[in-house]
């Protein structure tokens, strides 16, 4: 079947209340993205372990690192919104590590849930997407992905995989309506940065054209971009959100 074109429009002219997840929405940046898209209309739902949604977001208990679990998250979350249109793929975690210190176990529970997470929801959702020949799939990576950080070899690993993931999808999908697109925020203010040594956080302010470190609403914004009827044809792309770090990589 031959893919369709739909009309152009307007940033804000995405007029349906549509159902979204947003993996990791209980605080930091999967928080304002959740907040945002709810201001703007949609009916959003989060997965999370611990709990602690913003207001008006769907909290359902799970963990990404669990395929029966995000089965399960999923069937909760379309039976009260319907099935998923915009899936943002955020939750993420750190386990820093010099690499020649680096054990097996540190490596495979960041690639675990940062990139085999995002495997797990993406490949549930797509099941909903591919039947409503409509979807939006953004995968929270890093600037690190591309840029290297010492101390993160496993974390790197993980970003950058997620570029090969949203090219790969949008290669598969992309006749169908479906899109997948990749941010990639710089230092941005939250509890993950907080936990680095003040030294680390001094050096990479230095290093930021901007001059200073990104708000979590911030990343929010790109992704309520690329999560829009206007964002119809821009697939496969990584859109920075680091005040100039990665120079658009
Ligand atoms: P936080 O540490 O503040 O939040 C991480 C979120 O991920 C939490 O909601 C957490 O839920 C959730 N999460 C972690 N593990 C799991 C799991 N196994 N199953 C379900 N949810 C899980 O992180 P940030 O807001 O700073 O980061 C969000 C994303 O943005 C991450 O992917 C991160 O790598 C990326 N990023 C962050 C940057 C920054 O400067 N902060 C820069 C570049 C990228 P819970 O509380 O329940 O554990």
Redo the contacts with the bound molecule.
Sequence with gaps: MPATTPEPTTPDATPRQRSVLV??????????IAERLVAGGDKVA???????APEGVLEV??????TA?VDAAFTQVEAAHGPVEVLV??????RDQLLMRMTDDEFAEVL???LT?AFRVVRRASKGMIRLRRGRIVL??????LYGSPGQVN?AS??SALVGMARSITRELGARGITANV???????????K?LPEDRQQAYLGSIPAGR??Q?DE?AAAVQFLASDAAAYVSGAVLPV?GGLGMGH
Excluded: C, E, Q
């Excluded at 993996?23 to 304002?32: M, Q, V």
């Excluded at 929270?140 to 992905?145: D, E, P, R, T």
């Design positions: 993996t990791g929405a209980n605080r930091g940046i999967g928080r304002a989060t997965i999370v372990r611990s709990g602690g208990i799970g963990d990404v690192r669990d679990s793929a955020n939750a993420g975690i750190t675990d849930v940062n997470g929270i990576s890093s600037v690190v992905g974390y993980s970003k941010v990639a925020p710089g230092f941005i203010d939250t509890d993950m940065t936990a470190f990104g979590a990343v680091d």
